[in-house]
């Protein structure tokens, strides 16, 4: 049976997929690094310093590792500036009431973000007390899609991966939460997210009784 549900962060709950995007695409004019939908894409889940190396995969040179660190350093900084006015108005919609049908269903609450800057984000949109688990991102060694993540949550949950659901809009998010063993909801369009179980196209189509049974518990 069910007993937790496992959300991902950026372009789930809050809108700030477009936002982590703007960022890196500024970034990448800055350094005359092609940038287009395809590295996008590849780039939407992946911590910071993968989504720099896709970046740097097509630069017209190569950098030293102080300089990558440089360059994640001015790509947070262009994030963060945008995310500085966030509230719960980027919240994105259903994502609030998502969260809560899952809490009224009697299951856990886990956060599965790459993103260090989760925590601050959650505390601004004011949804932070709703989640049972949030995992540090900087604890985590391994980026989507590998599991790590997910398990970590599950395993702070204290709750099987088996029974556990996950939520992302990312294609290798997708794939953390199925190499976890967990069932996968894919938020956004079928042909970006082709291995999800579910496909929803956003929160707000979100039904806690479509993955529970009230009689014996929760079922995905
Ligand atoms: C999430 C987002 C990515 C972002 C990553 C790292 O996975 O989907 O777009 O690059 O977090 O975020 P951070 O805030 O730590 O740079
Ligand atoms: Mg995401």
Known sequence: PLQA??????GVIADTAVVHRAAWEQLAAEIDAPFDEGIAARMKGVDRRGSLEILLERAPRSFLEHEKRALEERKNAYYVE?????????????AREAVEAVRRAGLRVGLASASRNAPLLLERMGIAPLFDVIVDAARIARSKPDPEIFLAAAAALGVPPEACLGVEDAAAGISSIHAAGMVAIGIGQREDLGEADIVLPGLIAFRMADYVDNKNGATA
């Open 82 to 94: 945008r995310i500085g006015q966030f509230g719960p108005e980027q919240l994105l919609p259903g």
């Open 5 to 10: 549900v496992i959300f991902d962060l950026d």
